[in-house]
């Protein structure tokens, strides 16, 4: 064996062992790894039958809030964690008629 192949097989090996320290570190470090911390309920209030969405990467949610007026309230996440109420499904006191004799 040759002094240029000797070298080589070195290289080759330095590659490796380089390798496999960086991979070892990565997976100590849990480099992989997300930890997200949210805090419960991720919707201050009470907000029953939550029912929820995903358009693209946008997410809306919406709940049977109908003990009172304006309802169904549409909120807007883009993560799931936080949310941001952009407006009502019904916000017009025609939309739903419980006055008449008919019933809903």
């Not at 192949?5 to 062992?17: A, C, D, G, V, W």
């Not at 919406?62 to 407006?87: K, M």
Request: proline residues 6%; charged residues 20%; negative net charge.
């Amino acid at each position: 064996m040759g002094c240029g192949e000797l070298q080589t097989i070195i290289s080759e090996n330095m590659k490796k062992l380089l390798l496999l320290l960086v991979g070892l570190y990565l997976w100590e470090t849990g480099f992989n790894q997300t930890t997200i911390e949210y805090q419960n309920p991720i919707l201050a209030e009470f907000y029953p039958d939550p029912s929820i969405c995903k358009v693209k990467n946008d997410y809306y949610l919406t709940n049977s809030t109908f003990a009172c007026f304006p309802r169904l309230p549409i909120f807007h996440s883009i993560d799931l964690l936080h949310w941001e109420q952009i407006g009502f499904a019904l916000n017009r006191p025609e939309q739903l008629n419980l006055l008449d004799d008919e019933g809903v």
